[in-house]
């Protein structure tokens, strides 16, 4: 039922998104050097490797570390990185990885593939076994501003309360966050 919904909504979504999704690979092609995607090896369900993309927010050459990890992020956004992230339009084009399965809609964000004290402590709590989302529990709670093992726990939570009534709450709540801007602090 979860797939279902996740295919049916994303191609849904891809339609309505097709004319502002290329207005902003346009936009970053524009105003800064490389191509418009950046496709970040990320940590899937049963921790198995994916490329995910986002729209490239930052130079060409950044550490492929977790933004919180760069001494000054500020100075490796691209001219219109900061709007990307705070707009949250630098995760449109994960419409793709939902579309092929990679991603759901709802799920614990994905770990960038060298993030060892996420992923580990995901695979203890057994949340390595579901699919990564879009948006999720976490995300919904305080998202860039949240230590690690809380994290985790809110990816625990929704690993035992998941469901199609859930999943459609966090959606709602993750739509008014974007539209408030909350919890983004890079």
């Not at 939902?98 to 960038?112: K, N, Q, T």
Request: hydrophobic share 45%.
């Amino acid at each position: 039922m979860k797939r279902l919904f996740d295919l049916i909504l994303a191609l849904c979504a891809a339609i309505v998104l097709l004319l502002p999704v290329a207005l902003v690979a346009l936009a970053v092609r524009l105003t800064s050097r490389g191509p418009a995607l950046y496709w970040s090896d990320r940590v899937g369900s049963n921790n198995r490797i994916f490329k995910m993309p986002k729209f490239r927010s930052m130079r060409v050459g950044t550490p492929a570390v977790a933004t919180h990890l760069l001494s000054d992020p500020k100075v490796y956004l691209t001219p219109i990185g900061p709007f990307l992230r705070k707009s949250s339009l630098d995760e449109l084009p994960q419409l793709w990885s939902i579309l092929v399965g990679d991603m759901s809609f709802v799920g614990p964000r994905p770990a960038l593939f060298n993030q060892a004290d996420l992923i580990e402590l995901r695979t203890r709590r057994g949340v390595h076994l579901l699919v990564p989302g879009l948006t999720g529990w976490a995300q919904v709670n305080g998202r860039d501003e949240l230590p690690i093992p809380v994290k985790v726990q809110f990816d625990v939570d929704y690993l035992q309360r998941q469901s199609l009534g859930f999943d459609i709450r966090i959606l709602w709540l993750t739509f008014v966050k974007v539209l408030r801007r909350d919890g983004v602090t890079h």
